[in-house]
């Protein structure tokens, strides 16, 4: 029963986000705000809600910080193997080659973050607290709100974003403004509904398979709670915006880190960077090694391949794949 309870918390998240980034996207036209600014900060919030929510629930409800932890940063890799996975389906020239390289601005920042959260949780015990909460986390705060100050500043900077919306024209004419807003939340709230439970979900599995709580909250929680980022970012390949399905992944990645800050909150005993096993610091290194890879692809932008694979794919799903197994090793 358990599997089955898992099961229709997926599916509902996989539903409810495929809805929400419609009308986020309606948003984005009845606004007037731009699909631009709305893929690099509202899509990649949205399709990271699951992870709020599943967070916030594990460590003030359930008080599973590792749970917590491990679909935060477990998210961050299995974004960027969705990238991979995307890039292995399409034909042609390797996804890299055909988003912008503005992006490695928005890799950048997540590579930084990304450090910074491994050494916090290989230091932890080093690190000054203010109240419950570790220094890291106003930090990664600080960091967040930057780089989307910078990344919104070089976007306007330059002619066209990641999404042309003169191009693009409106879509969604026949929908009321007000209907927009008022589905995009009754999506949203039956996602934070969903999500709310995963944590227990993933207690109880890794208590009946002996998993552990690392492991679990590393692979299947943040498997579940990235359904969103694999439906926007395919369904923008589908349209021929890469732009839009890079950013979206990238800056996912980039609130993720925002989420760990606000977990560390809501987690009143203590830093919850302290809290967790130090074999979550494998997933973050691991996280920033597959962007680091995406960053020199964006940088060199090959068009080769080798059979269906491009070379940042493989190197990505290696990365993922022998993370996986040291997780499953320090279980």
Same mark, same amino acid.
């Given at each position: 029963?358990?599997? !089955?309870?898992?099961?229709?918390?997926?599916?509902?998240?996989?539903?409810?986000?495929?809805?929400?980034?419609?009308?986020?996207?309606?948003?984005?036209?009845?606004?007037?705000?731009?699909?631009?600014?709305?893929?690099?900060?509202?899509?990649?919030?949205?399709?990271?809600?699951?992870?709020?929510?599943?967070?916030?629930?594990?460590?003030?409800?359930?008080?599973?910080?590792?749970?917590? =932890?491990?679909? !935060?940063?477990?998210?961050?890799?299995?974004?960027?193997?969705?990238?991979?996975?995307?890039?292995?389906?399409?034909?042609?020239?390797?996804?890299?080659?055909?988003?912008? #390289?503005? *992006?490695?601005?928005?890799?950048?920042?997540?590579?930084?973050?990304?450090?910074?959260?491994?050494?916090?949780?290989?230091?932890?015990?080093?690190?000054?607290?203010?109240?419950?909460? $570790?220094?890291?986390?106003?930090?990664?705060?600080?960091?967040?709100?930057?780089?989307?100050?910078?990344?919104?500043?070089?976007?306007? =900077?330059?002619?066209?974003?990641? !999404?042309?919306?003169?191009?693009?024209?409106? #879509?969604?004419? *026949?929908?009321?403004?007000?209907?927009?807003?008022?589905?995009?939340?009754?999506?949203?709230?039956?996602?934070?509904? =969903?999500?709310?439970?995963?944590?227990?979900?993933?207690?109880?599995?890794?208590?009946?398979?002996?998993?552990?709580?690392?492991?679990?909250?590393?692979?299947?929680?943040?498997?579940?709670?990235?359904?969103?980022?694999?439906?926007?970012?395919?369904?923008?390949?589908?349209?021929? =915006?890469?732009?839009?399905?890079?950013?979206?992944?990238? $800056?996912?990645?980039?609130?993720?880190?925002?989420?760990?800050?606000?977990?560390?909150?809501?987690?009143?005993?203590?830093?919850?960077?302290?809290?967790?096993?130090?074999?979550?610091?494998?997933?973050?290194?691991?996280?920033?090694?597959?962007?680091?890879?995406?960053?020199?692809?964006?940088?060199?932008?090959?068009?080769?391949?080798?059979?269906?694979?491009?070379?940042?794919?493989?190197?990505?799903?290696?990365?993922?794949?022998?993370?996986?197994?040291?997780?499953?090793?320090?279980?």
């Amino acid at each position: 029963m358990i599997w !089955v309870q898992f099961a229709i918390c997926t599916a509902i998240i996989l539903y409810c986000g495929t809805r929400l980034s419609l009308y986020g996207d309606v948003i984005a036209e009845k606004s007037g705000l731009g699909r631009t600014w709305i893929g690099v900060i509202l899509m990649a919030s949205v399709t990271s809600l699951p992870e709020l929510v599943t967070g916030i629930s594990a460590v003030a409800i359930y008080n599973l910080p590792n749970i917590a =932890a491990g679909d !935060v940063l477990g998210s961050c890799m299995f974004n960027l193997l969705i990238l991979a996975m995307l890039d292995i389906k399409r034909n042609g020239s390797p996804i890299s080659a055909l988003a912008h #390289q503005g *992006h490695v601005l928005t890799a950048a920042f997540g590579i930084l973050m990304l450090g910074l959260v491994a050494a916090s949780i290989l230091v932890s015990d080093l690190i000054p607290v203010i109240g419950w909460v $570790g220094l890291y986390s106003p930090l990664f705060l600080l960091i967040y709100v930057a780089a989307m100050r910078i990344v919104f500043r070089f976007e306007r =900077a330059r002619a066209a974003g990641f !999404v042309s919306d003169a191009v693009e024209g409106l #879509q969604y004419g *026949h929908l009321p403004k007000r209907s927009g807003y008022a589905w995009f939340a009754a999506h949203a709230i039956v996602i934070v509904a =969903a999500a709310t439970y995963l944590p227990h979900l993933g207690d109880e599995i890794a208590t009946i398979t002996g998993l552990g709580r690392t492991f679990v909250g590393s692979i299947f929680i943040a498997l579940a709670t990235s359904l969103p980022e694999i439906v926007v970012s395919s369904a923008a390949l589908k349209m021929g =915006a890469v732009d839009l399905a890079v950013g979206n992944i990238l $800056g996912s990645n980039l609130f993720n880190i925002a989420i760990l800050a606000i977990d560390d909150v809501a987690f009143r005993q203590g830093p919850i960077l302290a809290s967790i096993a130090p074999s979550h610091a494998i997933t973050a290194l691991a996280a920033m090694t597959m962007t680091a890879i995406m960053t020199i692809a964006l940088t060199y932008r090959s068009q080769r391949r080798v059979l269906l694979f491009s070379w940042e794919s493989l190197g990505v799903a290696l990365v993922y794949l022998l993370a996986s197994v040291a997780l499953y090793a320090r279980r």
